[in-house]
């Protein structure tokens, strides 16, 4: 009973702590966009999987965006992975948690690890979309496509552990709500970045 009330406290603490993290991060700082770079927006989300989540996790940056696809695609990327460390951090908490089985923590260890390979190909994606221009854009938008795919891939190898594992449910529901977050976003980046290398090669 103890180790089962430590756990329940451990779990609110992380939540409210997520929680507080999301506000503070999500609070836009700038002006308000002018309805053209929503517009924008909203009909570049179109194209997503996810276009709501897409539109919602992007247009408080259309005043920097404008009409940039470039922009967008860079924004988005970042908006991701900025949401996959935050489900890395929540991992590691959660990996720590007294009380849980062993498998549990070794599922959880497990994804600790997955998760961290998507922050490292987010990084490395973001790194090159600066050179996405010029004879190297075919290249490097090929290599940025492979990394979010891989990022994409290891978030969906992340949920899958957890399924295969009779795990708390408290602690199943808390991963699973960030894992398919991310897991969206990094879907949404990667059809952002389809459109903009079709736009691109439309214009040549």
């Known amino acids: 009973m103890q180790a089962n009330s430590l756990l329940c406290y451990a779990l609110v603490a992380i939540l409210t702590l997520q929680f507080s993290t999301h506000i503070n991060s999500i609070e836009p700082s700038k002006p308000l966009p002018n309805n053209t770079n929503t517009q924008y927006i909203k009909t570049s989300c179109t194209n997503t999987t996810y276009p709501r989540l897409c539109y919602h996790s992007l247009s408080i940056y259309a005043s920097k965006i404008k009409t940039n696809p470039k922009l967008l695609t860079n924004i988005a990327l970042n908006v991701t992975l900025k949401a996959t460390k935050s489900t890395s951090r929540l991992m590691k908490r959660l ?110």
Not at 96 to 107: M, N, P, S, T, Y
Not at 118 to 124: I, K, N
Not at 135 to 157: C, E, G, H, R, Y
């Open 95 to 204: 990996s720590r948690i007294h009380g849980l089985k062993r498998r549990e923590a070794a599922a959880l260890v497990d994804c600790v690890e997955v998760v961290g390979d998507s922050v490292y190909e987010l990084q490395r994606s973001i790194g090159e979309m600066g050179q996405a221009e010029g004879s190297k854009f075919a290249q490097v938008i090929d290599d940025i496509q492979t990394w979010v795919s891989a990022a994409l891939t290891d978030d969906d190898t992340c949920m899958d552990g957890f399924s295969e594992v009779s795990m708390n449910r408290k602690v199943k529901i808390i991963a699973r709500k960030h894992l398919l977050k991310i897991a969206h976003l990094t879907s949404n980046a990667l059809a952002l970045i389809n459109n903009f290398a079709s736009s691109h090669n439309n214009l040549q």
